[in-house]
């Protein structure tokens, strides 16, 4: 039987692999709502949802793999830190624009 921080371990690791599918899934149909409608608001939505579940958790996972494994130094940490909270800041950022722009 596995050890109950294994199985936490792997339940972190797919929880945050969906919500980056789920993410990408959602801003991609909000591009397609963009394209179809040619609105500004639609593209902020689409690209916020991007960045904040696609890009931000998809630099989050790399890096710490490649943390992990000895691959990166561990004085990257904090810079990858960073980039992944830049990410979300601008993803939610533009979300927050889509929500409170009329066009």
């Known amino acids: 039987m596995a050890p109950v921080a294994t199985v936490i371990d792997w339940v972190i690791i797919a929880l945050a692999l969906g919500s980056t599918l789920v993410g990408s899934y959602v801003g991609y149909q909000a591009y397609r709502g963009y394209r179809r409608h040619d609105s500004r608001t639609m593209q902020a939505l689409s690209m916020g949802l991007f960045f904040l579940t696609a890009v931000a958790f998809s630099i989050a996972f790399v890096g710490s793999l490649l943390l992990r494994e000895g691959y990166l130094g561990l004085q990257y ?27």
Do not use: E, K
């Not at 909270?85 to 939610?92: D, E, K, T």
């Open 77 to 103: 940490q904090q810079p990858l830190t960073l980039v992944t909270r830049l990410f979300q800041f601008f993803g939610v950022l533009l979300i927050a624009y889509s929500l409170h722009s009329r066009g």
